[in-house]
Nanobody, 123 residues
Framework: QVQLVESGGGLVQAGGSLRLSCAAS????????MGWSRQAPGKEREFVAAISWSGGNTYYADSVKGRFTISRDNAKNTVYLQMNSLKPEDTAVYYCAAASVYRTVVAGAGDYWGQGTQVTVSS
């Protein structure tokens, strides 16, 4: 069992930056691939970024490529999403996910999910 808690969301102006964190419980964090997805009001949840258990592989949605960076610190049981050059269309609730298989988070799915953190980008 893995419990995930996101933090770092908030209100930011367009062009600004935020860094989201996702803290995981359990001693097996380093064996899980991690991902971020988001859900805007009235829309389905969509994949944002994924990172393999070692951090050696990352994958991004085209809409965030070059602006967002996913990283992880296995010693701190934490995965991060650095978001730069934010746009109003990035406004959503951001969720982190953990999965035992990398392709699961690449597909925007997960074995475990956090509760989400709200990101609002004003124009």
């Amino acid at each position: 069992q893995v419990q995930l808690v996101e933090s770092g969301g908030g209100l930011v102006q367009a062009g600004g930056s935020l860094r989201l964190s996702c803290a995981a419980s359990g001693r097996t964090f380093s064996s899980y691939a991690m991902g971020w997805s988001r859900q805007a009001p009235g829309k389905e949840r969509e994949f944002v970024a994924a990172i393999s258990w070692s951090g050696g592989n990352t994958y991004y949605a085209d809409s965030v490529k070059g602006r967002f960076t996913i990283s992880r610190d296995n010693a701190k049981n934490t995965v991060y999403l650095q978001m730069n050059s934010l746009k109003p269309e990035d406004t959503a609730v951001y969720y982190c996910a953990a999965a035992s298989v990398y392709r699961t988070v690449v597909a925007g799915a997960g074995d475990y999910w956090g509760q989400g953190t709200q990101v609002t980008v004003s124009s």
